[in-house]
């Protein structure tokens, strides 16, 4: 799968999570082959493909809105600006919010940010399971 298709399947996720109904973001992400190859999807990439399918951040905001977890979150400030925060869990440690100048900035510096917690909480399961098995 090329970085081009991966990006286009990515910015796509949370339009496919509504629609297909019982589909996790997780499996979207792993359906998506970011999972395999991670270091082929820049946000630079990611905030192209917003540019070409703007449609697609109205879709994440909703996302982040409605997630209600830990993680990472998008939402419109005062005076034109967008941030991106983290909401931490009882391990982690909190993150000061990052301001952005403009929406579609914001929205792909979630993406990725979103993508990777995703990627490494699929990780440290993992890790935990395969620890699990060999005891």
């Given at each position: 799968?090329?970085?081009g298709?991966?990006v286009?399947s990515?910015?796509?996720?949370?339009?496919?999570?509504?629609?297909l109904g019982?589909v996790?973001?997780?499996?979207?992400?792993?359906?998506?082959?970011?999972?395999?190859?991670?270091?082929?999807?820049?946000?630079?990439a990611?905030?192209?493909?917003?540019?070409?399918?703007p449609?697609?951040i109205h879709?994440?905001?909703v996302?982040s809105?409605?997630?209600?977890t830990?993680?990472?979150?998008?939402m419109?400030?005062?005076a034109?600006?967008?941030?991106?925060?983290?909401i931490p869990s009882?391990?982690?440690?909190?993150?000061d919010s990052l301001?952005y100048?403009?929406?579609?900035?914001?929205?792909a510096?979630?993406?990725?940010?979103e993508?990777e917690y995703?990627?490494?909480a699929?990780i440290?399961?993992?890790s935990?399971?395969?620890?699990?098995?060999q005891?």
């Amino acid at each position: 799968m090329s970085s081009g298709e991966i990006v286009s399947s990515i910015i796509h996720m949370p339009r496919r999570h509504y629609d297909l109904g019982n589909v996790s973001m997780y499996s979207l992400l792993a359906n998506s082959g970011y999972l395999n190859s991670p270091e082929e999807v820049s946000e630079e990439a990611i905030l192209r493909g917003l540019q070409q399918h703007p449609e697609c951040i109205h879709d994440w905001r909703v996302y982040s809105e409605d997630k209600r977890t830990t993680g990472w979150y998008l939402m419109e400030r005062s005076a034109g600006l967008y941030g991106v925060g983290f909401i931490p869990s009882a391990k982690d440690d909190g993150i000061d919010s990052l301001l952005y100048p403009d929406e579609v900035s914001a929205c792909a510096a979630f993406i990725k940010l979103e993508i990777e917690y995703i990627r490494d909480a699929v990780i440290q399961s993992e890790s935990r399971h395969k620890r699990k098995s060999q005891s």
